[in-house]
């Protein structure tokens, strides 16, 4: 089991977000580096889709996103947390 973080962008997500993308970077290589986060990136069209993230755990997931500079400065309007069962892997 997987579990995918959904981010919902706020209003003029590009100018809110650049103030914190330094903290949201290194917020995302701290996770990465601990084995939790496996996969992130924007979804298409990501100031109207947002972005995704693959974790490890529910736990981790719910961390990451209570803690980033992106929810905590409303970069972020919503976020959002499902379990995901992974059936083919490598």
Known sequence: MKYLLFYEPADNVVERGAPHMAGHSARLREFHARGDLLLVGPLEDPERNGALSVFRTREA?????????FVRHGVVRNWYVRAWDEILTP
């Open 61 to 69: 997931a719910e961390e990451f996103a209570g803690g980033d500079p």
